[in-house]
């Protein structure tokens, strides 16, 4: 029994592109997305755009280093502690 090879439109491969520049996809959703951006040039010129930008980002950050109390402060915007509160 051979199952169907896994369907993806433009608005599932947008949603997921960063997850395939970033690797986080399964086997068979990455074969999916590529394969839909091979036939898709509109969602392919998306893909390289973010993936070019992607890259550019990192290229840029290199060495740089992010203050110490910078995921304290994300997570206390977000209504989350890093530490237990103290009452």
Do not use: N, W
Not at 54 to 70: E, Y
Request: glycine share 4%.
């Amino acid at each position: 029994m051979t199952s169907e090879p896994m369907q993806i439109d433009c608005k599932e491969a947008a949603k997921r592109l960063h997850e395939l520049i970033d690797g986080e996809l399964t086997p068979e959703t990455e074969a999916a997305i590529r394969q839909h951006l091979r036939d898709c040039a509109q969602c392919m010129a998306v893909y390289e755009f973010e993936e070019a930008f992607c890259r550019f980002v990192k290229i840029k950050a290199k060495g740089q280093t992010t203050p110490a109390d910078l995921k304290e402060r994300i997570l206390k915007e977000l209504g989350l502690s890093a530490s237990p509160r103290s009452e």
